[in-house]
């Protein structure tokens, strides 16, 4: 039986890992003024900052830690991507979070559904509390501290870096994949922020891009899809990922198989489509 290849997972969190925008979710649920008044903030705001603003306003409001612990308990996480966590661990894979999302949040509501220690890293934005009970969200990158990241890829459909100022994912993903071996990388993603470490992978890789969404949007044109060389695959819904992963960690007896499932072949269910290099 051949063995599997040493594999570094690599999940967004919102919409990749979740079924929703998690920051979304909390005003949502708690302040739908605020939650409106985001859609104006967000095109000239970094999206960290504008939600840190918006979090210093709840207390005021009598929102407390406690309220928003328990609207992180209603996140959607699918029974499906849990047992596609688990699979990939038990596989073997270093799975890690690559998010713009926070600490604080991400953290309760991996602890929610029993699946935070199958992680070896959260890269994301700092989030934590006061003694004023004041849920704060830092920069990953913080402006007093860190060099700029420098970051020039950009999204021809905006016209944009595709990374916030904050936090580049693809130099991120970089430094995770140099940190060790890796035969295969695997990345989920759904975002325009998700089109960088995209960008990083080489032809053994694959993306598994969420259908609908902004990263679908870029990567189905063609001039975006040339700077790809991984293998492309679209899904829809939890049950797509633990089906992917099925088929990416099963044990495997012949060569031929093997040259499937690093192709992606095998994903016969999922929308895949080729791509090239420049």
Same mark, same amino acid.
């Given at each position: *039986?051949?063995?599997?290849?040493?594999?570094?997972?690599v999940?967004?969190?919102? /919409? +990749?890992?979740?079924?929703?925008? +998690?920051?979304?979710?909390?005003?949502?649920? %708690?302040a739908?003024?605020?939650?409106?008044?985001?859609?104006? *903030?967000?095109?000239?705001?970094? /999206? &960290?900052? *504008?939600?840190?603003?918006? %979090? +210093?306003?709840?207390?005021a409001?009598?929102?407390?830690?406690?309220?928003?612990?328990?609207?992180? &308990?209603?996140?959607?996480?699918?029974?499906a991507?849990?047992?596609?966590?688990?699979?990939?661990?038990?596989?073997?894979? $270093?799975?890690?979070?690559? +998010?713009?999302?926070? &600490?604080y949040?991400?953290?309760?509501?991996l602890?929610?559904?029993? =699946?935070?220690?199958?992680?070896?890293?959260?890269? &994301?934005?700092?989030?934590? /509390?006061?003694?004023? $009970?004041?849920?704060?969200?830092?920069?990953?990158?913080?402006?007093?501290?860190?060099?700029?990241?420098e970051?020039?890829?950009?999204?021809?459909?905006t #016209?944009?870096?595709?990374?916030?100022?904050?936090?580049?994912?693809?130099?991120?993903?970089?430094?995770? *994949?140099?940190?060790?071996k890796?035969?295969?990388?695997?990345?989920i993603?759904? #975002?325009?922020?998700?089109?960088?470490?995209?960008?990083q992978?080489?032809?053994?890789?694959? =993306? %598994?891009?969420?259908?609908?969404? @902004?990263?679908?949007?870029?990567?189905?044109q063609?001039?975006?899809?040339?700077?790809?060389?991984?293998? @492309?695959?679209?899904?829809?819904?939890?049950s797509?990922?633990?089906?992917?992963?099925?088929?990416?960690?099963q044990?495997?007896?012949?060569?031929?198989? @093997?040259?499937?499932? $690093?192709?992606?072949?095998?994903?016969?269910?999922?929308?895949?489509?080729? =791509?090239?290099?420049?």
């Amino acid at each position: *039986m051949r063995r599997l290849p040493k594999t570094l997972v690599v999940f967004d969190f919102d /919409w +990749s890992m979740i079924d929703v925008d +998690s920051d979304h979710f909390i005003f949502e649920k %708690l302040a739908k003024d605020l939650r409106e008044k985001m859609d104006i *903030m967000e095109n000239n705001m970094v /999206w &960290t900052d *504008m939600v840190n603003a918006l %979090l +210093s306003e709840l207390p005021a409001r009598g929102i407390t830690r406690s309220d928003i612990d328990q609207v992180l &308990t209603q996140i959607p996480f699918r029974p499906a991507m849990v047992r596609a966590l688990h699979l990939a661990h038990s596989a073997g894979a $270093d799975l890690r979070i690559l +998010s713009d999302a926070n &600490t604080y949040t991400i953290s309760r509501i991996l602890d929610n559904h029993g =699946v935070r220690h199958l992680f070896t890293e959260v890269a &994301t934005n700092r989030g934590y /509390w006061d003694h004023n $009970d004041r849920l704060w969200v830092e920069r990953y990158l913080r402006l007093d501290v860190d060099a700029p990241h420098e970051c020039k890829t950009v999204n021809g459909k905006t #016209g944009r870096r595709s990374c916030a100022p904050n936090l580049c994912k693809g130099k991120e993903l970089r430094r995770m *994949m140099n940190q060790n071996k890796y035969e295969r990388v695997v990345f989920i993603g759904d #975002g325009a922020n998700d089109f960088c470490p995209s960008c990083q992978l080489s032809s053994n890789d694959v =993306v %598994l891009c969420r259908a609908g969404r @902004v990263l679908e949007t870029i990567l189905t044109q063609p001039r975006h899809a040339a700077q790809v060389k991984a293998q @492309v695959i679209f899904w829809n819904f939890a049950s797509d990922i633990l089906q992917a992963f099925e088929n990416l960690f099963q044990s495997v007896e012949s060569d031929d198989s @093997v040259v499937a499932l $690093d192709r992606g072949i095998v994903l016969s269910t999922l929308d895949a489509v080729s =791509v090239t290099t420049c």
